[in-house]
């Protein structure tokens, strides 16, 4: 049930953009869900270990599962390893042991059709002298989710990442750092994908912006997604994540699962995490 149509034609405006943000998040949140597996976690690995070229183990035995409609963070210092797990779950790196899967696929067997299954929020596909609105026509041309994606369905995806009109047509360059990062979240919601990864995506944000790329990874979940966040910042870890893994020198040392976590849970979440940041250095 919708609001009232308000009389006043500016107002009326701004009333019609969000109606339709509102439709376009529910029949995409529901597209969504239609892709999600019929039971089970979409992102598994089960005995995972990674060793580089000098065989030095980077991923220790590692196991984990997220569900859909689900956000799993990775957690750890830089070193820990977060890297490689999203390298090995898009496809980038062979495991050396143990086996995982993306929606029931193999990505070390098919690495190109788990790329189709997973959407790697990253800046680093952006063209700096584009737009936001440029930037997102381009990632969904790339991912097939053009031809059913109009210029309103762009905008209003952007302005519910918080991104206001005058950044959505500016080139990135000139936008605030969150401009970016909210483009990557779109590309990755508009696209329907059972699952989205995340690596150290809000490192460059301020406590504001930070708050607003909590909001987009929320609507990523609200939608379906399994999401895995990897990140060395515990305090974002606590405000978005269902489940969190301490990650320590390729080693889960520890993993927690919360709906909601307190602020006493936070201090003990950052405490543990400093304690085995340390005692890896």
């Known amino acids: 049930?919708?609001?009232?149509?308000?009389?006043?034609?500016?107002?009326?405006?701004?009333?019609?953009?969000?109606?339709?943000?509102?439709?376009?998040?529910?029949?995409?949140?529901?597209?969504?869900?239609?892709?999600?597996?019929?039971?089970?976690?979409?992102?598994?690995?089960?005995?995972?270990?990674?060793?580089?070229?000098?065989?030095?183990?980077?991923?220790?035995?590692?196991?984990?599962?997220?569900?859909?409609?689900?956000?799993?963070?990775?957690?750890?210092?830089?070193?820990?390893?977060?890297?490689?797990?999203?390298?090995?779950?898009?496809?980038?790196?062979?495991?050396?042991?143990?086996?995982?899967?993306?929606?029931?696929?193999?990505?070390?067997?098919?690495?190109?059709?788990?790329?189709?299954?997973?959407?790697?929020?990253?800046?680093?596909?952006?063209?700096?002298?584009?737009?936001?609105?440029?930037?997102?026509?381009?990632?969904?041309?790339?991912?097939?989710?053009?031809?059913?994606?109009?210029?309103?369905?762009?905008?209003?995806?952007?302005?519910?990442?918080?991104v206001p009109d005058r950044h959505i047509e500016c080139a990135l360059w000139l936008a605030p750092a969150e401009v970016p990062v909210a483009v990557c979240l779109a590309a990755a919601y508009l696209r329907g994908v059972p699952a989205v990864v995340l690596d150290e995506p809000a490192a460059k944000l301020d406590s504001r912006a930070a708050v607003r790329f909590a909001d987009g990874v929320r609507l990523l979940r609200d939608a379906g997604a399994a999401v895995l966040l990897a990140t060395s910042d515990a305090s974002l870890a606590a405000q978005v994540s269902d489940m969190v893994a301490l990650l320590k020198n390729g080693v889960k040392v520890a993993e927690r699962r919360k709906t909601q976590f307190s602020g006493e849970d936070v201090f003990s979440l950052i405490t543990d995490y400093l304690g085995a940041a340390g005692s890896a250095s």
Do not use: F
């Open 1 to 162: 049930m919708g609001y009232p149509r308000p009389e006043n034609r500016n107002v009326r405006r701004h009333w019609h953009d969000d109606q339709m943000a509102r439709v376009l998040i529910e029949e995409e949140a529901a597209r969504v869900q239609d892709a999600q597996p019929s039971s089970g976690p979409v992102i598994k690995l089960s005995e995972v270990t990674y060793r580089d070229a000098a065989d030095r183990v980077i991923v220790d035995r590692l196991s984990l599962a997220v569900q859909p409609g689900e956000v799993y963070c990775l957690l750890g210092s830089h070193g820990a390893g977060k890297t490689t797990v999203v390298d090995l779950i898009l496809g980038l790196r062979r495991p050396s042991s143990g086996s995982l899967s993306v929606a029931d696929t193999n990505p070390a067997e098919e690495p190109a059709a788990v790329r189709r299954l997973v959407a790697h929020v990253t800046t680093s596909a952006l063209y700096p002298s584009q737009s936001a609105l440029e930037n997102l026509r381009l990632l969904s041309a790339l991912s097939g989710a053009l031809d059913r994606t109009a210029d309103s369905e762009y905008r209003n995806t952007l302005r519910r990442l918080g």
